[in-house]
T-cell receptor, first 112, second 117 residues
Framework: DAKTTQPPSMDCAEGRAANLPCNHSTISGNEYVYWYRQIHSQGPQYIIHGLKNNETNEMASLIITEDRKSSTLILPHATLRDTAVYYCIVRALSNTGNQFYFGTGTSLTVIP | NAGVMQNPRHLVRRRGQEARLRCSPMKGHSHVYWYRQLPEEGLKFMVYLQKENIIDESGMPKERFSAEFPKEGPSILRIQQVVRGDSAAYFC???????????????FGQGTRLTVV
């Protein structure tokens, strides 16, 4: 089962930063936070992941609180093509089971 | 490096027929995951496989569904005696080895849309 809670929907003005929150209050010490997005029923697209430290790549930044109970995905300059459902996933890495459990996600709409 | 390839992209089957969905992982990936997405719903985990082994099939329906990932060739998700409720998008993802200090991301294919008529 998904271990995350996200708002069902958000709007963001084009060109502004989109900040997508995620709560994962029961996260364990060895569990990573991953973000994926799904654009209009295409295959989910990997965005970013992290364990404790904040992470940044060419797509987004991931801010994880010190207690690791919540995180925020930041799209610095949202474009219309960023309209998608964004999934926050908590995933443990082990040799016996490391599957991704998707929750309901946040439907982000970027407004012109 | 080609991404995860799924075929067919669209599949129509009559009730009672068999559906075979294929997934070729990214080069160098030995782990495959299958997910199902019903219309207007999220992705539900079905099964996780490594080469020639099923690691976790806790999300697979108990009957009619099976999956394999042979030593050679693509991973196959097989649905026998399909029913209308099997109509969905089926996504496959692949990754490299698990564990280690660095988290490993999984990359998804574009899915197979199964329609049962």
């Amino acid at each position: 089962d998904a271990k995350t809670t996200q708002p069902p929907s958000m709007d963001c003005a084009e060109g502004r930063a989109a900040n997508l929150p995620c709560n994962h209050s029961t996260i364990s010490g060895n569990e990573y936070v991953y973000w994926y997005r799904q654009i209009h029923s295409q295959g989910p697209q990997y965005i970013i992941h992290g364990l404790k430290n904040n992470e940044t790549n060419e797509m987004a930044s991931l801010i994880i609180t010190e207690d690791r109970k919540s995180s925020t995905l930041i799209l610095p300059h949202a474009t219309l093509r960023d309209t998608a459902v964004y999934y926050c996933i908590v995933r443990a890495l082990s040799n016996t089971g490391n599957q991704f459990y998707f929750g309901t996600g946040t439907s982000l709409t970027v407004i012109p | 490096n080609a991404g995860v390839m799924q075929n067919p992209r669209h599949l129509v089957r009559r009730r009672g027929q068999e559906a075979r969905l294929r997934c070729s992982p990214m080069k160098g990936h030995s782990h495959v995951y299958w997910y199902r997405q019903l219309p207007e719903e999220g992705l539900k985990f079905m099964v996780y496989l490594q080469k020639e082994n099923i690691i976790d099939e806790s999300g697979m329906p108990k009957e009619r569904f099976s999956a394999e990932f042979p030593k050679e060739g693509p991973s196959i998700l097989r649905i026998q005696q399909v029913v209308r409720g099997d109509s969905a998008a089926y996504f496959c993802a692949s990754s490299t080895a698990t564990g280690g200090a660095i988290g490993t991301e999984a990359f998804f294919g574009q899915g197979t849309r199964l329609t049962v008529v």
